[in-house]
C-alpha cells in the first residue's frame, strides 16, 4: 500500500497560462512591497518585515517562472500593482497595513482559485504551499495593523482572473 | 550393579532429550492453542492489515479526525484552567479557534459524506496515542513550571500540524475541487498559526524567522519562509529533566500508519 499520486504531474498547457499568470501578480505584490518598504513612515523593524514579504513574493514568483519555463514573462502585472499603488503611500501605517493585507488576501483567494483549476499536481502543490504562507502575511499584517483578531482570520477578497486584469 | 559404558549413557541421553523437544512441540490437554505460539514444523497463518485504499474519502476523513484531535485538545486544554493571569485573554483565543475546527470538521465531513463514505467524528487514535496524549501528560505534570505556555505552544504545533496536512493532500486528492477545499481549510489553518506565534512571540520581531541569542535555537515565526513547510514539527514541553533538558516531541503530518481508512472507526 503506497500514497497515491507518488508523482506530482506536470503543468499542462492550460495551466502553464494559469502559473503564468500568478508568476506576474507576484511580481506586482514585489514591487508594491518595495513601494512601502520605501516610505520614511516604517521605522527599521517594520521595513525588515516588509523587504522580507517583498522577498517572499520573489521568491514565489521565480518557483512559478521555473515550472513554467518559457510560458512566464517576468513581468508583474500593472492592473493587479496599479489597483494597489494609491493605496500604498502616506504616512498612515494602520491604512498602509490594511492595504496590504487586502493585497495578500486577494493573492490567496486568487490562488486558491488556481489549485481549483489546474489539472497537474506539480502546480496546485506550488500554489498551496505559496498561498499558505500569504495567509499567514494577511494574519501578520491584520495583528500590526492594530486589527480585532477577526481580521487576521477571514478573507472577503474577491479572486483575479488572467482575463479581468490583462 | 549395572553399569554403563559412556556411548550408552550419550546414546540414552539424546533419547530422553529428544523426547521433552516432541513433548514440548505436542498438543498439551487444557491448553488454548494459540497463533502467536508456534511450534516446530508448524508455520502459522499470518494476520495482515485490512485490505484499503487510500483515496479521496480516506484523505478526508484523515483530516476530519485532525480537526477532532484540535476540539479534543482546545476543550482539554480550557479544562486544565491554566488560561489565567497574563494568559487570561488566550481562553477566549482557544475557544474561538475549537469554534473554528468545530466548522472545518463539519465542512469536511460534509464532503466526505457526499463522496459516499461515513464521516470521521473523533480524534486521530493514532495522533492522540503518540503527540497529544503524551503531550497533554507533560503539560499536566505537577512539576511543570509553566502550563499556561505549554498549552499555547501545543495548539500552534498543532495548528501548523492542521496547515501541513491540509497541504500536503493537494497531490493526493484525485479531485481538483477538493484541493480547493482542502486548501481554504488549510489558509486558516496557517492563520491561526500565525496568530499563535505571534502570541508566543510578539511583535514586529517574532514576524520573521530569528535565532534566540540565549539558546541558539530558532524563535517562533509567525511566517516561517517563502512556501508552507512540509516538515517535522519539534513542540517543547513540560518540566525539566534531571539533566535540564525539556522534553521533545516532533509531530508529522499522517502517513500510512495514521490514516482514518474506512475500517477505522470511533467506537
Known amino acids: 500500500m503506497t500514497l497515491p499520486a507518488a508523482s506530482p504531474t506536470p503543468p499542462t498547457a492550460p495551466d502553464r497560462a494559469l502559473l503564468a499568470f500568478a508568476n506576474s501578480a507576484e511580481l506586482a505584490a514585489r514591487d508594491l512591497y518595495a513601494e512601502a518598504a520605501a516610505l520614511p513612515a516604517f521605522g527599521a523593524a517594520e521595513q525588515t518585515v516588509l523587504v522580507g514579504f517583498h522577498d517572499h513574493h520573489l521568491a514565489a514568483a521565480q518557483a512559478l517562472a521555473g515550472l513554467v519555463g518559457k510560458a512566464a514573462t517576468n513581468v508583474r502585472e500593472d492592473a493587479v500593482y496599479d489597483a494597489f499603488r494609491g493605496k500604498v503611500t502616506g504616512s498612515d501605517k494602520s491604512a498602509i497595513y490594511d492595504a496590504l493585507r487586502e493585497l495578500e488576501n486577494t493573492l490567496v483567494s486568487t490562488h486558491l482559485s488556481l489549485v481549483g483549476t489546474l489539472e497537474g499536481t506539480e502546480g496546485s502543490a506550488l500554489v498551496a504551499s505559496i498561498l499558505s504562507i500569504q495567509a499567514r502575511h494577511a494574519a501578520a499584517l491584520a495583528l500590526l495593523g492594530g486589527r480585532a483578531l477577526a481580521d487576521a482570520f477571514t478573507n472577503a477578497a474577491a479572486p483575479l482572473s488572467p482575463g479581468a486584469t490583462s | ?267
Do not use: W
Open chain 2, 1 to 267: 550393579m549395572n553399569r554403563y559404558s559412556r556411548r550408552q549413557m550419550l546414546r540414552l541421553g539424546g533419547v530422553g532429550a529428544a523426547g521433552v523437544l516432541l513433548a514440548a512441540c505436542g498438543k498439551q490437554a487444557g491448553v488454548e492453542e494459540s497463533k502467536n505460539i508456534s511450534a516446530v514444523g508448524v508455520v502459522p497463518e499470518p494476520e495482515g492489515l485490512p485490505t484499503a485504499e487510500v483515496n479521496d474519502v480516506v484523505l478526508l476523513r484523515t483530516a476530519a479526525s485532525l480537526e477532532f484531535n484540535a476540539i479534543e485538545t482546545y476543550d482539554a486544554a480550557l479544562g486544565l484552567g491554566v488560561f489565567t493571569g497574563a494568559f487570561a485573554a488566550a481562553a477566549d483565543i482557544a475557544e474561538r479557534l475549537r469554534d473554528d475546527h468545530r466548522g472545518h470538521a463539519d465542512a469536511v465531513n460534509g464532503l466526505v459524506a457526499k463522496l459516499g463514505g461515513e464521516p470521521f467524528t473523533c480524534g486521530n487514535p493514532r495522533l492522540n496515542e503518540v503527540y497529544i496524549a503524551p503531550a497533554l501528560a507533560l503539560i499536566a505534570d505537577e512539576a511543570n513550571e509553566n502550563p499556561s505556555l505549554d498549552v499555547v505552544v501545543l495548539a500552534h504545533a498543532l495548528e501548523n500540524l492542521a496547515a501541513q496536512t491540509y497541504q500536503s493532500v493537494v497531490t493526493m486528492l484525485s479531485d481538483k475541487a477538493l484541493r480547493q477545499a482542502a486548501m481554504t481549510i488549510g489558509q486558516e489553518e496557517a492563520r491561526h498559526a500565525a496568530v499563535l506565534a505571534q502570541a508566543l512571540n510578539p511583535g514586529l520581531a517574532g514576524v520573521l524567522p530569528s535565532i534566540d541569542e540565549a539558546t541558539g535555537k530558532p524563535k517562533v515565526a509567525a511566517v516561517p519562509g517563502a512556501f508552507g513547510p512540509l516538515t517535522p514539527i519539534p513542540v517543547t514541553l513540560g518540566a525539566k529533566n534531571a539533566d535540564g533538558s525539556r522534553t521533545t516531541l516532533n509531530l508529522e503530518t499522517p502517513s500510512l500508519n495514521s490514516l482514518a481508512y474506512d475500517y477505522v472507526t470511533c467506537s
